[in-house]
């Protein structure tokens, strides 16, 4: 009699069916869960990135391709926002909503998937910081990824927090996670005058194991780059992360550990965007063929990406592509972490996801009950909403709770706010009034912008819009070390000069002086005609929900092409709540927000054009759409039904 799919087992039945008695073991060449063989075949989720109400959708859609276990990092800065303040989906926080991990890795198990757990406590990611809170940066001196007692103190705490909330969750205990990763690409580090820190490694090990941990614990590396330099043989398992070439990394992990099973942590399914580069995606049949020969090799696989997710809000991370921490070399990834992946960002079905089940389903020998593939989510392109208000930035600046006197320029972090924890992400305005400012005066701002500035005098703006990549070459932005600009034409007497930085997001990889990512104007002062201003009044704009809900006396918009930064409003009047994006290619630079919840950020340089917009997002009737751009006013906001990129852009405006 034919074995149909219903009368198979799942394979928590199939793993568990007489009892639990082993994890996931790496005692021999191949791996075992409960003593019977298992391959892995993963994918990685970051339920940080994608919206809770589509959790199980995206899980169910993995189980649907074959895959039998999900992937996923923890970031700590989301889940200690504040210095000693946690969240794990109460306590308060714009991101709270995503913040529940018990119920992620409840419902995985539910969709019949185990998991790997990579919680830190640097996870890269490209990721804001690489995952570390920022207040992380006002304590002098700190060394992360390194046995650094000040560092260590604080991950102790947390890590005796997280782990003991994972705890519980392990296989052993009747939960689907199998592995934990400890500390993440950690040989990359490795570098003349710096060997990866052992000792660090150790006392992660112990953290892990002082709360109960007794799944398999793995390291990932490149093996053919990194060797063992960022792990220890004698009590992980390492593995490999790569993009082609299976058999060389594979070949080396044998070499180092032998009578071990080979993994790829992670295998790239495609790659993320920088803002100003074009748009990353991978051949289908480069990803067919690599897939195939891992899984023939024969090896494990996590796919990383497999679902496409979303840096919200100031989330996103950066790269610095150089060895100095002067932020020349910066660059600041896009909203959009799609990753060209098997499921999109939206959660699309792809081309590549059709390869994933077919090879699966010739490679894995264990037969276990698949699900029915779900349908898409549906999608819609909203109609045009009118711009009805607008708030100009000193009018934003009125409504700023929290402000600070300095005699000269602070960076975000070192502002005494939020319990001390310094200001994480958004905009900083640097204020100077009552300047007399002679003709032809020349503006100096020493060091490197962090990340970029505007400038305007008496609520005029003085920087020309960011339409052009090579714009990022010019005055504004990071690239330039000690920049000037021209402030005016005429004498002026009693006139206000303000300084608007944005942090475009912290670097999320490197070594480990390029994690000195302080954000604003840090690096030296600001001269007028080479004379130091000094008394500064600074406003930290957060944009967080409960202050730009309350926000009020909007205006009638100015149209006119350059009125600097300033908040637009429009409402969006749904009868039906489905995905879209909002379609920002008219714009300029700067972010959109729904609800009062920050989506991301926009800019026309690209690639990324539209900002997906998750229909659980919205509410049946108004929807209130904010746009603040730093450099000019539209009359409308658009949607799209998908997502738009700007292959190559050259034009003005």
Not at 43 to 71: C, I, Q, S
Not at 323 to 330: Q, R, V
Request: with cysteine.
């Amino acid at each position: 009699m034919a074995v149909t799919n219903a009368s198979l087992p799942t394979s928590y039945e199939y793993y568990t069916g007489g009892g639990i008695t082993s994890g996931l073991s790496a005692n021999q060449s191949y791996f075992t869960l409960n003593n019977q063989n298992i391959t892995l075949y993963s994918g990685a989720m970051h339920y940080f990135r994608v919206p809770p109400p589509y959790w199980r959708d995206r899980l169910r859609k993995m189980r649907a391709a074959g895959l039998n276990t999900v992937e996923t990092y923890v970031p700590w800065n989301l889940h200690e926002p504040a210095n000693g303040y946690f969240d794990f989906g109460s306590a308060g926080t714009d991101m709270q909503e995503f913040l529940d991990v018990r119920k992620f890795l409840k419902t995985a198990q539910e969709e019949d998937l185990f998991v790997i757990m990579r919680p830190g406590p640097y996870i890269c990611s490209e990721w804001e910081f690489g995952g570390f809170p920022s207040w992380l940066l006002r304590q002098k001196d700190i060394k992360v990824r390194t046995s650094d007692p000040v560092y260590m103190k604080f991950v102790t705490r947390y890590f005796n927090l997280l782990l003991s909330l994972l705890a519980i969750f392990q296989f052993t205990r009747g939960g689907p996670i199998i592995a934990f990763q400890v500390e993440n690409e950690y040989g990359s580090t490795e570098k003349p005058g710096f060997v990866p820190d052992k000792v660090y490694l150790k006392q992660l090990r112990q953290l892990m194991l002082n709360n109960g941990i007794v799944e398999l614990l793995v390291t990932s590396d490149s093996p053919t780059m990194h060797g063992t330099a960022g792990t220890l043989p004698e009590y992980f398992l390492q593995t490999a992360n790569f993009a082609s070439e299976p058999e060389d990394e594979f070949n080396k992990l044998k070499e180092l550990q032998t009578n071990k099973p080979t993994m790829a942590m992670e295998f790239w399914t495609g790659w993320f965007d920088h803002w100003s580069e074009e748009h990353h995606t991978r051949n289908d049949d480069d990803f067919y063929d690599v897939l195939n020969r891992i899984l023939k090799y024969p090896g494990s696989v996590n796919m990383y990406m497999f679902v496409g997710g979303t840096n919200w809000g100031f989330l996103n991370g950066a790269n610095l592509n150089n060895e100095e921490t002067d932020n020349s070399g910066y660059q600041p990834d896009t909203t959009s972490y799609d990753y060209d992946a098997p499921l999109t960002e939206n959660g699309d079905y792809t081309m590549k996801y059709l390869m994933v089940k077919e090879l699966i389903t010739k490679y894995n020998k264990v037969r276990t009950r698949i699900p029915q593939t779900p349908s898409i989510t549906p999608r819609r392109k909203y109609s045009a909403v009118v711009v009805q208000g607008q708030l100009l930035l000193n009018d934003l600046l009125r409504t700023v709770p929290v402000t600070f006197q300095s005699p000269s320029v602070l960076s975000m972090e070192t502002l005494p706010m939020n319990n001390l924890s310094g200001q994480s992400y958004g905009y900083i305005v640097y204020r100077m009034t009552n300047l007399d400012i002679p003709a032809n005066s020349i503006l100096k701002i020493s060091g490197h912008v962090c990340d970029s500035v505007v400038v305007l005098v008496d609520g005029f703006l003085l920087n020309k819009p960011l339409t052009r990549s090579s714009d990022l070459d010019g005055f504004g932005y990071w690239r330039l070390k000690d920049s000037t600009i021209t402030i005016n034409s005429q004498n002026l007497t009693g006139a206000t000069l303000d300084l608007m930085v944005e942090n475009w997001g912290r670097n999320n990889f490197g070594y480990l002086e390029q994690f000195n990512q302080f954000k604003g104007l840090w690096q030296g002062g600001v001269f007028l005609n080479d004379v130091e201003l000094q008394n500064w009044h600074i406003f930290p704009l957060e944009f967080k929900k409960s202050w730009t809900q309350s926000l009020k006396g909007w205006r009638t918009p100015v149209r006119r092409w350059a009125p600097g930064p300033a908040l637009y409003k429009a409402v969006l009047d749904v009868d039906v709540t489905e995905d879209t994006f909002v379609d920002m290619e008219k714009w300029v630079k700067g972010i959109v927000v729904v609800n009062g919840f920050v989506l991301g950020r926009y800019a026309r340089i690209g690639p990324q054009q539209t900002l997906y917009l998750p229909g659980v997002f919205l509410k049946k009737g108004n929807n209130t759409i904010l746009v603040f751009d730093h450099f000019v006013t539209r009359a409308e906001v658009k949607f799209s039904e998908g997502p738009k990129y700007r292959t190559k852009y050259r034009g003005s405006n």
